[in-house]
């Protein structure tokens, strides 16, 4: 099946500071790679999203990068605010099921 | 608004009861999941099905059961609790197969004691 690995495990930026967080999937039939944040005590909603047939794409401060070849791929956040402060989970998705990494914490420090 | 809702929220109960999460969306979404989120452990999948009388089991299916009478409900099971089974319950759902965004319910938050 598809393994999932997301790191770091833990992020601490300064406000205004960019984040970086990476995952690597096993499984090249993967075609969809959602990332989820997660605020404390609340569902998982999605944030971004990228299809196998795209290398990157960006919605104002967020932006997901693809590398199929290598089967990794990237959330990048800009200008981080400390409402952005969560747990984010990238997925691999594949006939409609979705594997998830165990998730990063980000703290942005005001 | 179309929602996917979970029952019971909070719930504690002893070891050795059986119990059972309700979930229910009103997407009309062909797919719906369970995972368990764990510290540490993300969101692990228990079982899943696409469509009505349709289940599969996930990478942590041992000790629950759910079954697919309608495309709107998918209960799932504990058929008798332990206290590993202490954690964090979300059902999901998605419109297909073919790679769509899965949306979560709240969460229902399981003791057993």
């Known amino acids: 099946g598809e393994n999932v690995e997301q790191h770091p495990s833990t992020l601490s930026v300064q406000e205004g500071d960019s984040a970086v967080i990476k995952c690597t999937y096993s499984d090249s039939a993967s075609n969809y790679f959602p990332w989820y944040k997660q605020e404390l005590g609340k569902r998982p909603q999605l944030i971004i999203d990228?299809?196998?047939?795209?290398g990157e794409k960006k919605d104002q401060r967020i932006a997901v990068t693809l590398n199929k070849t290598a089967k990794h791929f990237s959330l990048h956040i800009t200008e981080t605010q400390p409402e952005d402060s969560a747990v984010y989970f990238c997925a691999a998705s594949g006939a409609g099921k979705s594997t998830f990494g165990d998730g990063t914490t980000l703290t942005v420090k005001p | 608004d179309a929602e996917i809702t979970q029952s019971p929220r909070h719930k504690i109960t002893e070891t050795g009861r059986q119990v059972t999460l309700a979930c229910h969306q009103t997407w009309n979404h062909n797919n719906m999941f369970w995972y368990r989120q764990d510290l540490g452990h993300g969101l692990r999948l228990i079982h899943y099905s696409y469509g009505v009388h349709d289940t599969n089991k996930g990478e942590v299916s041992d000790g629950y059961s759910v079954s697919r009478s309608n495309t709107e409900d998918l209960p799932l099971t504990l058929e008798s609790a332990a206290s590993s089974q202490t954690s964090v319950y979300f059902c999901?759902?998605?419109?297909?197969?073919?790679?769509?965004?899965?949306?979560f319910g709240e969460g229902s938050w399981l003791t057993v004691v």
């Open positions: 999901a759902s998605s419109v297909d197969s073919s790679g769509n965004t899965i949306y």
């Open positions: 990228i299809r196998s047939n795209v």
